[in-house]
């Protein structure tokens, strides 16, 4: 079993929705949350990153942890083309600098 | 502020053949990696620098692959030879010390090798 699981889509929706991207993780120890947007032949980008549980919101963008299921989300709200990438979700350890990667979810917004 | 930086964005080359990436972290930032990400997958690490010294390097296959950074920024990663398998993406990040409100990890833009 991963470490990390993340569901690798494509996951396709209309403009305008709101989007919902998962991933779950099996170490208790994982303290730091991540999520990155990955656009075709760029390197990830930093959107998101979180301690614990909780939410953290960010414009359009929405970081929910629940750390009694091991389950993290990242939520767009108003889903726009440009928003189609790959979205990466990643976790590490309390003083730790190994970070852990989901394999990623490819997601399309159609105009 | 500058950004981590690395090049060649591409570059294909001839199995057997060296090949050599480099990249300068961003300003300040001690910790210094080299992830290698094949397609569809996720960030897999390499190696993992501590100003000039590589303190985790257990994923790195040695028999082929090198690392150095010298004067505790710029790094550059290497491959001699280069097999069909090694065609990927090498990606550089850099963070501050993990702390409690800091590090995130910011890469680069990746090194895209193809080996024919």
């Known amino acids: 079993q991963k470490e990390v699981e993340q569901d690798p889509g494509p996951l396709s929706v209309p403009e305008g929705a709101i989007v919902s991207l998962n991933c779950t993780y099996s170490n208790s120890a994982f303290q730091y949350f991540m999520w990155y947007r990955q656009y075709s032949r760029k390197g990830p980008e930093l959107l998101m990153y979180t301690y614990s549980s909780g939410n953290k919101e960010d414009g359009r963008f929405t970081a929910q942890v629940d750390k009694s299921s091991k389950y993290i989300s990242l939520f767009i709200r108003d889903s726009q083309p440009s928003d189609s990438a790959t979205y990466l979700c990643?976790?590490?350890?309390?003083?730790?600098?190994?970070?852990?990667f989901g394999t990623g979810t490819r997601l399309k917004v159609l105009a | 502020e500058a950004g981590v930086v690395q090049s060649p964005r591409y570059k294909i080359i001839e199995k057997k053949q060296p090949v050599a990436f480099w990249c300068n972290p961003i300003s300040g930032h001690n910790t210094l990696y080299w992830y290698l990400q094949n397609l569809g997958q996720g960030p897999e690490l390499l190696i993992r620098?501590?100003?000039?010294?590589?303190?985790?390097d257990s994923q790195l296959p040695k028999d082929r692959f090198s690392a150095e950074r010298l004067k505790g920024v710029d790094s550059t990663l290497k491959i001699q030879p280069a097999e069909l398998g090694d065609s990927a993406v090498y990606l550089c990040a850099s963070s501050l010390a993990p702390g409690a409100n800091t590090g995130e990890l910011f890469f680069g833009e990746g090194s895209r090798l193809t080996v024919l």
């Open positions: 990643a976790t590490r350890a309390s003083g730790t600098y190994k970070y852990i």
């Open positions: 620098y501590e100003n000039e010294e590589a303190v985790d």
